[in-house]
């Protein structure tokens, strides 16, 4: 069961032990994993990433 940091157009994005995954929303199942870092907001332009530093970075969306 993943740890959900935010949710988006039907992806639910979260963190497991082993790592990072989108879920989709209505089934379930797998749209990625292992993506790097679950972003704490998302929108259709960019998602936020709070680094190790304590500074937040957007990165574009894709897909």
Known sequence: MPDISTVFHGAVY???ENGSVILDARTG???AS???D???A???YAGLFGTSL???EA???VG
């Open 14 to 16: 979260g963190e497991t």
């Open 29 to 31: 199942k797998d749209k």
């Open 34 to 36: 292992g993506a790097g």
């Open 38 to 40: 679950a972003p704490s």
């Open 42 to 44: 998302v929108n259709e």
């Open 54 to 56: 304590g500074t937040i």
């Open 59 to 61: 990165h574009r969306a």
